[in-house]
Nanobody, 126 residues
Framework: QVQLVESGGGSVQAGGSLRLSCAAS?????????MGWFRQTPGKEREGVAS???????SYADSVKGRFTISQDDGKNTLYLQMMSLQPEDTAVYYC???????????????????WGQGTQVTVSS
């Protein structure tokens, strides 16, 4: 079955950097699926932070453009989110996800994703 396992979260001071990783397994033809990073804080809806499709097309939330970079390794077995210039408002649980369908493009809508990791906490202090 599809498994997504995040790692790399932690606590940093404002202005610092972190890199999240997500190991994907349990399915074939990974290039056909879009992958995304989402984040959620208590009482708020899950927000699409960044996504990448099989062609390498990307999409970012306005709040992270120029600071976050989503990427995959050549085999598309690992998804990354490089986060720089972190701010306290970036504090959240971050989830990686795989799209339900193939060839959906770099969508950031949570409804388009059917498989989720367990989440990793990112805490940014001022």
């Amino acid at each position: 079955q599809v498994q997504l396992v995040e790692s790399g979260g932690g606590s940093v001071q404002a202005g610092g950097s972190l890199r999240l990783s997500c190991a994907a397994s349990g399915y074939f033809y990974k290039y056909r699926y879009s992958m995304g990073w989402f984040r959620q804080t208590p009482g708020k809806e899950r927000e699409g932070v960044a996504s990448i499709d099989g062609y390498g097309g990307t999409s970012y939330a306005d709040s992270v453009k120029g600071r976050f970079t989503i990427s995959q390794d050549d085999g598309k077995n690992t998804l990354y989110l490089q986060m720089m210039s972190l701010q306290p408002e970036d504090t959240a649980v971050y989830y990686c996800a795989r799209s339900r369908a193939t060839w959906v493009g770099p969508t950031r809508s949570p409804a388009d994703f059917g498989y989720w990791g367990q989440g990793t906490q990112v805490t940014v202090s001022s």
